[in-house]
T-cell receptor
Framework: EAQVTQNPRYLITVTGKKLTVTCSQN?????MSWYRQDPGLGLRQIYY???????DKGDVPEGYKVSRKEKRNFPLILESPSPNQTSLYFC?????????????FGPGTRLTVT | GQNIDQPTEMTATEGAIVQINCTYQ??????LFWYQQHAGEAPTFLSY????GLEEKGRFSSFLSRSKGYSYLLLKELQMKDSASYLC????????????FGTGTRLQVFP
């Protein structure tokens, strides 16, 4: 089944404790992206990647890191999480960048930082 | 930054037609998406417009006017399952893959 998976789905952590949210897609998509969704603010793009070893900042990259060493995986790293990073996170992928191709979203990761 | 404006909430009756508007700044525009998101779930793709005009897909249609920075999503023959948030997302600037989302319009369909 074609899908985007994220792990974990739910995470409660403490300020400053490094964490990684994994994202994987099995559709051989070139483009992958991370978003956070907050009430009243909508979906905001954190980072995106147009292919292996090619990443770029979205609108809200501060406090996050990403890597794209393999086509299928695009982990999101929070080196020192803070309470303002409490949010719902979505990973998405699409076949190609710079095109009309739809993005497929993962199920979301609800992160709480205390 | 780019502003994308949508109404926050709308209500409609089962079987009716509803139009959800989206306006954006025109500079650097490179395509507009509509997504549907049910509460607690991931967004799912509805439509993509890059040229002016109406794109029809079953009960859903999407319209774009690039000169006016305006799009709408038209939902016909509303069903209860259409109760969801509808997200307008615009790609710009040209030649990158940055996607800016509006805050979404929450649609409630009543019997």
């Amino acid at each position: 089944e074609a899908q985007v998976t994220q792990n974990p789905r739910y995470l409660i952590t403490v300020t400053g404790k490094k964490l990684t949210v994994t994202c994987s897609q099995n559709m051989n998509h070139e483009y992958m992206s991370w978003y956070r969704q907050d009430p009243g603010l909508g979906l905001r793009q954190i980072y995106y990647s147009m292919n292996v070893e090619v990443t770029d900042k979205g609108d809200v990259p501060e406090g996050y890191k990403v890597s794209r060493k393999e086509k299928r995986n695009f982990p999101l790293i929070l080196e020192s999480p803070s309470p303002n990073q409490t949010s719902l996170y979505f990973c998405a992928s699409s076949l190609l960048a710079l095109s009309s191709y739809e993005q497929y979203f993962g199920p979301g990761t609800r992160l709480t930082v205390t | 930054g780019q502003n994308i404006d949508q109404p926050t909430e709308m209500t409609a009756t089962e079987g009716a037609i509803v139009q959800i508007n989206c306006t954006y700044q025109t500079s650097g525009f490179n395509g507009l998406f509509w997504y549907q998101q049910h509460a607690g779930e991931a967004p799912t793709f509805l439509s993509y417009n890059v040229l002016d005009g109406l794109e029809e897909k079953g009960r859903f249609s999407s319209f774009l006017s690039r000169s006016k920075g305006y799009s709408y999503l038209l939902l016909k023959e509303l069903q209860m399952k259409d109760s969801a948030s509808y997200l307008c997302a615009v790609r710009f600037p040209y030649n990158t893959d940055k996607l800016i989302f509006g805050t979404g319009t929450r649609l409630q369909v009543f019997p």
